[in-house]
């Protein structure tokens, strides 16, 4: 309901992927949009997908980190800001992306997150991150929002979702593992049993910055 409390007028998507969340909320509400990756072929897909979908006259996907935004995106300013997943690969640094976010915001902008954290000392999470391959330690959410509320961050709600996510994860890992039973590669199931055992957790964060 807080998404919507504000019309969605400016929307940046960070981390976006195949741009398919971007192309839909487009669609749906008529905004403006600017979708950033760091990969070039999913901004190809990103752009053919908009054309396709009619709306690439109302935005663009541009390459860029999310810990060095382009200034041609922080020059701007949106009502809506997302990030479904990609903040997980910036944990290592989030002081440079909530740096990077906080030029995006004013203060009735809406961000909404999806995150990765852990519940457990890092040490006990080696067996899990073989999927993840990080080289830093994956926050817990008592860290992420201290970093948050540091660069001028409220948090107007969370949300653990863990328990929605297992049930499509585990169909996930069971085709990962017909297709590679010794997890030489398709390592998704790793990550299943650290959901199930509580080591990590899906998380919706909603932050705006503060008044």
């Avoid at 709306?55 to 663009?60: A, I």
């Avoid at 060095?68 to 944990?91: E, N, Q, R, V, W």
């Avoid at 852990?118 to 391959?133: D, P, Q, S």
């Avoid at 998704?188 to 650290?194: E, G, K, N, R, T």
Wanted: charged letters at 30%; hydrophobic letters at 35%; aromatic letters at 12%.
């Amino acid at each position: 309901k807080q998404w919507y409390q504000r019309r969605v007028r400016g929307l940046l998507d960070l981390g976006c992927g195949r741009g398919g969340f971007t192309v839909e909320i487009a669609k749906r509400t008529g905004c403006h949009f600017v979708g950033c990756d760091i990969t070039p072929a999913y901004i190809e897909e990103c752009t053919e997908l908009a054309k396709t979908h009619g709306v690439s006259d109302r935005g663009e996907f541009l390459i860029s980190s999310i810990l060095d935004l382009d200034s041609s995106i922080t020059d701007k300013k949106y009502t809506h800001i997302i990030c479904l997943g990609a903040m997980l690969f910036a944990h290592g640094a989030l002081h440079k992306f909530t740096a990077c976010l906080a030029k995006c915001c004013d203060k009735d902008t809406k961000i909404f997150i999806f995150d990765w954290i852990r519940k457990v000392e890092w040490e006990r999470c080696m067996e899990a991150n073989k999927h993840l391959n990080l080289p830093f330690a994956l926050l817990t959410k008592e860290e992420v929002v201290e970093q948050f509320e540091k660069s001028g961050f409220d948090l107007e709600e969370y949300e653990d979702a863990t328990e929605y996510s297992i049930p499509g994860y585990r169909i996930l890992s069971r085709e990962c593992r017909k297709r590679d039973p010794e997890m030489k590669v398709l390592t998704q199931p790793l990550s299943l049993a650290a959901f199930e055992k509580g080591v990590f957790a899906y998380v919706n964060y909603w932050f705006k910055l503060k008044s």
